[in-house]
């Protein structure tokens, strides 16, 4: 008990005082988790509402392995785009292994099923007549799916929030690709475990309880959002 | 402008191999209000959306003002031509005015032109009221008469209704009718009007179709699909009660003798000696009397004895089933059924008039 009291304690001093380098992995955690998010919404959001409107042979396979990639462990992740991106591997010649942008494409890769999924059922979940009554109102095809998917708008803001809450707070994919290099690619949960093992608890609840916060703001945001569009 | 709006050639839709529809010819003239009734499951809202463009027959073609439909990419301009309703309001999340509105602004319409529209059309249907409001908070008449307006002010070219009051409780279904009709009345505008409902095509129909089972089985005004049904199907659903297969006897001066279990009818319709036929009578057309309490009147040349199985109230009157060898319907106010001193199980002689029955000829 007394180790958290104290860890915390030193934690908050930490926090007031601006710490140059808790900064920087704050901001890079933020920078590389939003950039996958964003990038996994381009390509969930479409592809979801692809899935839940089209009707095709294998459509329900095709729906059944986005839901199992929805609980892709991260470590795992790490471990195939790493060999993607090793200096041998099919991509080695970008040489992006240990930079953020391989951590925004493993986490991409993570982020990308759970959007996509949730806006499968958010899409699924309206009622299948309201796509006929919207042709039968002149609506063209590309006007449908605008108008479903802003019927669908609360539950796709839930969909973002699990993108997002799933990839900040990672760890397997970041340490694998990312390597937790100093001032390069330590993000949040990496350096908390590097604080942890140094014993450097302070720093490692510091950054916990940023890690936290940061989640708190951007889902606060989100629910926000979210909840507005509830008032009658 | 001449000629029908909308018309189907040799139409049949079939899900999964199994045949829904079959139409082998429809044509629905300019200003017309079709009503297409027949009961649940017979086609009726896939023959709907075959009209307003939102389905593909499987063979056969829709004709829109004699042209044919143009492959899908070039679908959009015609179905702007048309506006739908259907059972559900199926409004978007919003406000009244957004959703009436909705159609105008898919169209891309001058925004003067938008909200003029829109205040008229919600004015007609008496929702001018509730324009600020959410459409959660509506209740299910209000937000039928969102959806009616949402497709009137797009001012259609055709209408398409599909059970737009099957959801209704019945003042709320009445109220909205009776707007409907005068809207129609006013506007003339093309409607195809869907209903399982008799009353509803009778109220709103200048025409009406009977479906069953996937065929359209007869199209006149609604006074002769009800008067004269053109097969038991039909006369079954417009609700001819009673229908006996009989055969012609012989035939005098107009009135054809007609053998029905035991029974002999006079029937003053064009038959020939010889002839099978169904004898359809509505549960209006018979009168009872006690047995041999009164004389029935004379120009009933038809008077049966038998006995009253049972009857059940429906609105003011009781629907009788009277068995006399056949059974037989016959509906009868509740004030003569006390007057009569009518009861279960009492003796009673039926009658109706030559002219009463219509008679369908049978293959």
Known sequence: MELIWQGTKQALLLLVHGDAEVLRITLLSLQVSGTATLLSLLVGIPLGTFLALARFPGRSIAVSLVNTGMGLPPVVVGLFVGIFLWRSGPLGFLELLYTPTAIVIAQFVIAAPIVTGLTVAAVQQLNPRLRVQLLGLGASRLQVVWLLLKEARLPLLAAVMAGFGGVISEIGASMMVGGNIYRQTRVLTTATVLETSKGNFDMAIALSLLLLLLTFAVNWTLTWVQQRGRRP | ?363
């Open chain 2, 1 to 363: 402008m001449s000629g029908p709006v909308l018309g189907l050639e040799k139409v049949k839709v079939t899900y999964d191999g199994l045949p829904v529809l079959e139409v082998p010819s429809l044509e629905i003239q300019e200003g017309v209000t079709l009503a297409v009734i027949g009961p649940n499951g017979a086609g009726k809202s896939t023959l709907l959306r075959l009209l307003g463009l939102l389905e593909r027959p499987t063979e056969g073609r829709v004709l829109f003002r004699g042209q044919p439909i143009p492959p899908s990419g070039k679908l959009l301009s015609l179905r702007r031509r048309m506006a739908s309703v259907f059972q559900e309001p199926l409004l978007i999340d919003g406000t009244v005015e957004e959703n009436v509105s909705l159609g105008l602004r898919l169209r891309h319409a001058d925004r003067a032109e938008v909200s003029r529209r829109v205040r008229e059309g919600m004015s007609t249907l008496g929702i001018g009221h509730l324009a600020k409001r959410r459409t959660r908070t509506l209740s299910g008449g209000e937000a039928q008469r969102v959806s009616l307006a949402r497709a009137l002010v797009l001012d259609p070219e055709v209408l398409l209704l599909d059970e737009p009051f099957a959801a209704l409780d019945p003042p709320t279904r009445e109220g909205l009718l009776a707007d409907l009709k005068t809207i129609l009345g006013k506007t003339r505008m093309t409607t195809i009007f869907v209903t399982h409902d008799r009353d509803e095509a009778l109220a709103l129909g200048d025409r009406v179709a009977v479906m069953i089972e996937g065929r359209i089985l007869q199209v006149d005004v609604p006074e002769r699909v009800f008067a004269s049904p053109v097969s038991e199907q039909v006369a079954r659903f417009v609700g001819v009660e009673t229908i006996l297969p009989g055969h012609v006897r012989s035939v005098r001066e107009g009135l054809a003798t007609v053998e029905v279990a035991g029974w002999t009818l006079e029937v003053a319709a064009p038959l020939t000696a010889g002839e099978r036929v169904l004898v359809c009578l509505r549960p209006e057309e018979i009168t009872l009397f006690p047995s041999g309490a009164f004389a029935a009147p004379s120009s009933a040349r038809n008077q049966l004895r038998g006995t009253v199985i049972h009857h059940l109230p429906t609105g003011p009157l009781y629907r009788v089933t009277i068995d006399c060898g056949p059974l037989l319907v016959a509906s009868v106010t509740r004030r003569s059924w006390e007057q009569l001193g009518l009861a279960d199980g009492a003796e009673v002689v039926v009658s109706f008039k030559a002219s009463a029955p219509h008679v369908i000829r049978r293959a």
